[in-house]
Structures are given as C-alpha cells and as structure tokens.
C-alpha cells in the first residue's frame, strides 16, 4: 500500500514514538487505517499526520486522553470547544496556583522564620455549638470543610438562630501525622438547633491556647502553623491536643481569599487561672 506510511515513518512524521501510537490504537484514540493480518504491522494514511500532532499538542498540554478522544468525536463545534474550553481553563487555575506556590517560596526563603507573628494566650470557654464531625482524608479537607460550613450556616439560618461566635474547626492530629483524621465544623449558639441531616448538637470543651491570625488565602498557612509551633516549643507550653480554627472572615463570607482572617489555636498548659463558675460558688 504505497499511498500509506509504515507505524516507523509515521513516528518519524508525527514525533510520536511507535509504542505510544501502539497505545493509541489499543485505546481507540488513533486507529491505523490497515493492519497486516500475519505480521500485525500498522500503517496509517497521510491525512492522519494532522490528528496525530492534534493529540500530541494536546497533550503536551496535559489534556487527558478520554477528553481528546472526546474532542476527536465531537458531534459539533460546540462539544469540541466546550471540552477544550474546559480543560483550558484547568490549566489556568493550575497556572494561578503555581504562580502563589512560587511567590510563597520566594517569600520564605527571603524570610525563613517569620518572627512578625503575634502570638497571644487565651482560654477559650466551653460552649454550646451546632456541628458537623467525619474522618476526612487530607486531600480531602478544603472541599470538606467548605461543605460542612455551608450546611451548619444554612441550618441556623433555616431555625432564625443566631451565631453566637464565628464557625470554628477542630483537627486532630492523625489528620496532620497520618494523612487522615477526625475534623470537626461547629458553631456556637444559643438556642441549639434541631439537628437536620449531618448537623447535630454538642458542647465544645473548654481549651487553653496559644493563638494567631493567619491573613489570606491556605497558600501560607503551614508557615502559620510553623510559627506558633516554635513558639510553644520554645516556651516548653506545648500540650497534646487538637489543634483548633476559628474563621473571623472565611469562605462562608467572602470568596476574595485575600481577605480570609482564620484564628489558629495550638493547645497549651494552663498559664491562669480559668474563671470561676459563679453559679457553684
């Protein structure tokens, strides 16, 4: 067949190796237009130079293989755009997130300890909270606890109870050492509302804290989290606990990140007195 190119020219052709055209075929994505019998050798017409460097430029843009293949069959222009469309705007958002990983390992290593950070001591009373509790996987968390804090809001919005406090979360430590752990989305308030769905009732214990303010979007907050660390640790305070977040201004008031106030709080040795209950005295 003269009017063809053999598996080997058409790798030449197209800078896609022939066990990467062999995948292809098998996955249905660029079939050869004839397959010897016997030898099992492909060959491929030279119009399908053209969709194969279409592949390869998408995937040199990471495009996954059932979205090309997708793209390749698309029924209208419409389908097709909608798909590359969408993967596009992957690539920007990913885009937006290496740039803030590359500005933040800028920053620390301009500054590798941030000693800007102020850090007080607070006892935290106990308080009665509307709650939402699960094992969450780490990669997990974000989309988690945005979930649980849409839904303890709207339950209280639903029962016209006020919020008491800001949304807080507890997070044990498994979920830092094992990538897996318990994590704890509550609300203070008072009355405490009907439990609906996920949401039920509980009081939060009382702690003892060493607390922070870490601004802005989750990019920076391990930095956050390493400078209470060392502080407790330098000041021998530091106790076995969960650590705790309160959202002052979180996704549930702003989707502008830069504008996010989260409250961290590393459990701590009594440092005073806790108040006294003035209805047993």
Known sequence: M??????????????LSVRMLRHYHELGLLEPVDVDVDSRYRRYAPEQIVTAQVIRRFRDLDMPLEDIQIVLRAPDIETRNRVIANHLARLESNLARTQDTVASLRSLLDRPQDTSVAIDHRYVAAAPAAFITDIVETAEVVAWYRGAMGEVVATLSAQEINPAGPLGGVYDTELFTEGRGRITIFLPCDPLPQPVGRVSTTIIPPAELAMTVHLGSNTEVDRTYGAL?????????????????YYLVGPSDTQDESLWQTEIGWPIFQTRPQPQDTANT
């Open 2 to 15: 003269t009017s063809t190119l053999a598996i080997g020219d058409f790798s030449r052709a197209t800078h």
């Open 229 to 245: 660390a060392a502080y407790v640790t330098k000041h021998a305070l530091a106790v076995e606990g969960p650590i705790r977040e």
